[in-house]
């Protein structure tokens, strides 16, 4: 059973930073891709970037490079968001998942596996 323990969520200030993590269990294939996604009350939950175990190759929806880096320890099965210049528009709880095979995409209909996700809240 696929497993996500998340952390690094909380409150900042407009212009901080902060950096999640995603420690995943349970996979049985190294061809995977972990993606982080955020959903902010009302609305749709949008894909920020992925990461792909095999060889970290990344990516990202064009709107959303600049301040927001994933990453991976291969080591810990755990993935990072380094989010930097944090808004109050990019408060939200932000979620990791899991899909099997090789494609990247932040398209949230293509993930097998969610984590229970992190809330992010930024105040001006």
């Known amino acids: 059973e696929v497993q996500f323990v998340e952390s690094g969520g909380g409150l900042v200030q407009s212009g901080g930073s902060l950096r999640l993590s995603c420690a995943v269990s349970g996979f049985t294939f190294d061809e995977i891709v972990i993606g982080w996604f955020r959903q902010a009350p009302g609305k749709e939950r949008e894909g920020i970037s992925c990461?792909?175990?095999?060889?970290?190759?990344?990516h990202s929806p064009k709107f959303m490079k600049g301040p927001f880096s994933i990453s991976m320890d291969n080591a810990k099965n755990t993935v990072y968001l380094q989010m930097n210049d944090l808004k109050p528009e990019d408060t939200a709880v932000y979620y990791c998942?899991?899909?099997?095979?090789?494609?990247?995409?932040?398209?949230?209909?293509?993930?097998?596996?969610w984590g229970q996700g992190t809330q992010v809240t930024v105040s001006s």
């Open positions: 990461i792909r175990k095999s060889d970290g190759s990344v």
């Open positions: 998942a899991l899909k099997w095979g090789a494609v990247t995409t932040t398209d949230p209909a293509a993930y097998d596996y």
